[in-house]
Each structure stands twice: as structure tokens, then as C-alpha cells.
């Protein structure tokens, strides 16, 4: 059979970034294959709000299963996968390590293995995470070559997948890369992501009021940049001639303060914050209305450093322009969740 365009799998297809990077390569005229564990594929909820889910051919993806990969990969002949599905909380790695290493690392083993026994010709694009580094040394910006010091079994697992897919890119020859991705949000970010819990709390409060809600360490700081920006960055590290790890990253930092700050103020509010540690609250000065508290509850036993990431090398290998502001993101948002509660859409 003769293909008359370029076809793509994307493992993780319902998640924010797989429906991001759907939309993106079916502007490019690519056929997409979207990959979905068994009981998500009523989740599609990504898909529809781009207005794209009858464009993407659902496909279910087990990835503990090696055959049904080696199915999968037979049946679409995909000449890029972008394999971006796992399991993705750190807190919930605690609680469920063996899952955890089963999905991130066995399960990116068992594509690796898929495409070097099916589609050896294929190009692999592995999603990695800031959290292999664990700890920073000093206040420099993270690159390539800086020590990978996991410090929870996601981060572990994560490592060991981009390990995997370095074997098989110098033991067998396979295009296999990974992006080192560090934190990335927009209004397609599930609710259980502080980003995401921020705004959406933020248009309730501008819409039906209500109670304020809880948030942890206000000094808690990550670098957060735009996903629909991050998953150009995968399009340009598959477009190299030879396959390399790379960081995609914003290169700064913004504390939940200072996105909690500016998201109130995206939505026509004045914040201010009083009090201290867990007596710390946010409240909009215009109305005297609590915004946000600070709660124990959701402070981490052991929450991740502050990493930023270096983007010096693929900037310099690809056309990738970096992330837009995070004012910009932070805005479209708020945007974006005002308008859904606006429209009673409040279940997303």
C-alpha cells in the first residue's frame, strides 16, 4: 500500500499534550493515529474542545502489553510516534512505585522494542521530564549534560526510559530521542495541576463566587511554559538529521505566588496577600473577598527544588523559537476558564 501522507502515532493522545500535538500535525496535512489505554477513551474531552476528535483515528494502546504494541505498530505503520503516555503524578509514584516504573519505563521499553522489531524506519520522539535531575547544583540553568539525581520514583522511572531509549538509538540504530520536558500548562491542563487548579478557582470565584479555595507552599516555583509551544519542539527535534536529548524548557522561574498573583489579576482583580507560612491568604482588594488560603494539606513531604531548564542546544539545532510569555499563558487560561464556566461547562 502506497501512503499518500506522512502518518504519526501519538501514544497519550487524550492527554493535553497528545491533543495539542494532534491538532498541530494534522495542520500539517499528517494522518494521526492517537494511541488510548483501555477506559479512557470516553476522556476525549481535548480532542473535542479543539474541534479535531473526528480527525484523529483512536486506537487502543496498552503499553504493558507488548503484543498489542507490536498490533498496534503493524496495524498503523507509523513514520513518527511520539510517545507521550504515562503516569505523570509524583506525588501518586509514592504511592504506587510499581505502576509507576510499569507504565513509564517497562511500557517505553515495549514500544522501543515494538518499533525495532516492526518499523525499524520509524522515528521515536520519547516524552522525558525535569524530574530526572531531582536536585540542582547550584543556581545555574539545567542542560543536557548536567547530573540526573531522581529523588521519586517518577523521576526514576523517567530516567530509565530515556536510558532505554538511548540503548536502542546506539545499540540498534533506531531514531529514538528524548525531550526532556520540564513543566508545561495551558487550558487544556487537568485540574489536579496547581496551574490549572488556580485558574479555574479564579473564573468560579469571577463567576459564582463561592468559598475560596486552598493551595500549598505559595514559594513552591517551577519553570512553567506553554504546552502548545512545547510540542513544536517536539515536531523540530524530529526534523534533525540525527537523533538527540534535548531540553525543552521556558528558562525561568514563577512562583505559585506570583501565578496566583497574576491570574486574579488577568481576571480584573486586585491581590494582596497577609499573613504568613499557613496563615498566608490572598484576597481581592477591590471586594475585600478571600481569594485563595494557604492549607498544610497540601504541602509535599518532599517537594522539588527549583529547576530551571537550558535551552542553548535546541535552540541552536532547530528552528524552535521557545515558549511565549508567561503572562501570555497565564492569560489565555483564565481566558479560556471564564468562558467555560461562563457557558456552564465546569466538569472539564
Known amino acids: 500500500m502506497i501512503k499518500n501522507k506522512k502518518t504519526a502515532l501519538i501514544t497519550g493522545v487524550t492527554g493535553q499534550d497528545g491533543a495539542h500535538l494532534s491538532k498541530e500535525l494534522l495542520s500539517r496535512g499528517w494522518e494521526v493515529y492517537g494511541g488510548y489505554r483501555r477506559g479512557s477513551s470516553s476522556t476525549t474531552w481535548r480532542l473535542d474542545y479543539l474541534g479535531i476528535k473526528n480527525q484523529v ?5 496498552q503499553l504493558n502489553e507488548a503484543q498489542n504494541i507490536i498490533s498496534v505498530l503493524q496495524e498503523t ?12 503524578f509524583v506525588a501518586d509514584s509514592f504511592k504506587y512505585p ?4 510499569d507504565v513509564n519505563a517497562h511500557g517505553t521499553l515495549n514500544m522501543l522494542e515494538g518499533v525495532r522489531l516492526v518499523v525499524p524506519e520509524s522515528k521515536i520522539f520519547c516524552a522525558s521530564s525535569s524530574e530526572i535531575f531531582g536536585t540542582a547544583l547550584g543556581d545555574e540553568k539545567l542542560s543536557e ?13 523517567k530516567l530509565a526510559a530515556a536510558n532505554f531509549a538511548r ?7 533506531v531514531y529514538s530521542c528524548s525531550g526532556i520536558l520540564f513543566n508545561h500548562e495551558g487550558p487544556l491542563r487537568g485540574r ?19 468559598e475560596p479555595f486552598e493551595l500549598g507552599d505559595l514559594n513552591s516555583a517551577r519553570d ?3 504546552a502548545e509551544d512545547y510540542v513544536i519542539a517536539m515536531c523540530d527535534m524530529m526534523d534533525l538529521t540525527s537523533p538527540e536529548d534535548l531540553i525543552i524548557a521556558s528558562g525561568r522561574l514563577t512562583s505559585i505566588r506570583e501565578f496566583l ?6 481576571a480584573g482583580m486586585s491581590p494582596v496577600f497577609e499573613g504568613t507560612k499557613e496563615k498566608e491568604v490572598c484576597i481581592d482588594k477591590n471586594s475585600g473577598r478571600v481569594i485563595a488560603k494557604v492549607s498544610e494539606r497540601y504541602f509535599r513531604p518532599q517537594d522539588t527544588p527549583p529547576l530551571v531548564g537550558n535551552t542553548d542546544r535546541i535552540m541552536s539545532l532547530t528552528d524552535w523559537e521557545g515558549s511565549r510569555s508567561i503572562d501570555k499563558l497565564i492569560g489565555e487560561m483564565v481566558e479560556a476558564d471564564l468562558d467555560r464556566w461562563k457557558r456552564g461547562i465546569t466538569n472539564v
Do not use: M, Q
Not at 495541576?193 to 459564582?208: D, G, Q, S, W
Open 57 to 61: 483515528k483512536l486506537i487502543e494502546c
Open 77 to 88: 505503520r507509523p513514520d513518527v510516534i511520539f510517545h507521550l503516555a504515562s503516569e505523570s
Open 98 to 101: 510499581g505502576v509507576t516504573l
Open 145 to 157: 549534560t548536567s547530573r540526573f539525581y531522581p529523588t521519586n520514583p517518577y523521576g526514576i522511572s
Open 167 to 173: 540503548l536502542y538509538r546506539e545499540r540498534y540504530g
Open 192 to 210: 489536579s495541576f496547581v496551574t490549572r487548579k488556580i485558574t479555574y478557582n479564579i473564573a468560579r470565584l469571577c463567576v459564582e463566587g463561592g
Open 224 to 226: 512553567w511554559g506553554a
Open 261 to 266: 498573583k497574576k491570574a486574579a489579576e488577568s
